[in-house]
């Protein structure tokens, strides 16, 4: 008979991180620095490049490799892990809203101390602004979580001096209704509703072409004018994923 203290523990992380007398993650699993001459971190060369993507209002080229900084996005993942790669202890949003249709967070983040800042720990903070006029499609529903993170981006990347705009940051991507379906969803944030509702799709076998089709069928307004997930209104899309939620999953 196995004693407690004969038991395995299988609740073990595959991979521990620990930081160095640098402020710097350590270990055979931390990412590898890269720095500039002056010796401080490159954060820009930090970014992994599946988090960027081209800014179609700039350019119409599609491979990252031969565009600058200026022609580039970089997604809210990217941005999320560059934050955890440097270390903060606290995120705070202070969110107002000046009128129905505007929304303003203010977004202060504690990053931990480095070699960098001589091992003291630095404030930082941005602004970020939603309004109906600066967001799209079902962003005009949501304006409070995109001006938060609006404001988590610009942060971020602003303490961290890098140059590349958020995808966030932007109103749209997409305005050309030939755009494909694959090229207009691409770039939507793993935690959207349209992302949410893909999922949903992907686990039933569900096009894009069905939807539009049910759609017309219940008289839904602007049905024929979707061409991608992200023309669906936010309240819609949240429905349609409560839906589909309902419909077994395929085997």
């Known amino acids: 008979m196995n004693t407690d203290a004969q038991v395995q523990d299988v609740n073990v992380p595959s991979k521990i991180f620990t930081r160095n007398k640098f402020g710097l993650l350590s270990g055979p699993s931390a990412p590898v620095y890269i720095f500039n001459e002056d010796g401080t971190v490159n954060w820009r060369k930090m970014i992994n490049p599946k988090w960027l993507v081209p800014n179609k209002q700039k350019t119409k080229e599609t491979d990252i490799s031969k565009l600058e900084d200026k022609d580039l996005l970089i997604l809210l993942g990217g941005i999320k892990e560059l934050a955890q790669i440097r270390g903060f202890s606290r995120v705070n949003h202070v969110v107002t809203s000046p009128s129905s249709d505007c929304v303003v967070s203010v977004c202060s983040i504690k990053f931990i101390g480095n070699y960098e800042t001589e091992d003291m720990t630095v404030e930082f903070s941005a602004i970020g602004d939603a309004t109906v006029f600066n967001t799209t499609s079902f962003g005009k529903n949501f304006l409070g979580p995109i001006a938060e ?82 023309d669906i209104p936010g309240a819609k899309l949240f429905e349609l994923i409560a839906r589909l939620k309902k419909v077994p999953a395929k085997s």
């Open 149 to 230: 993170n609006r404001a988590f981006v610009r942060c971020v990347r602003n303490f961290l001096k890098i140059n590349i705009v958020g995808y966030e940051e932007v109103s749209s991507q997409s305005e050309d209704p030939q755009t494909s379906t694959i090229e207009a969803e691409k770039v939507v944030a793993p935690d959207s509703p349209v992302a949410m509702l893909q999922q949903e799709m992907d686990k039933r076998g569900v096009k894009l072409e069905h939807v539009v089709a049910r759609l017309k069928e219940e008289n839904f307004q602007d049905a024929d004018k979707i061409k991608c997930l992200s």
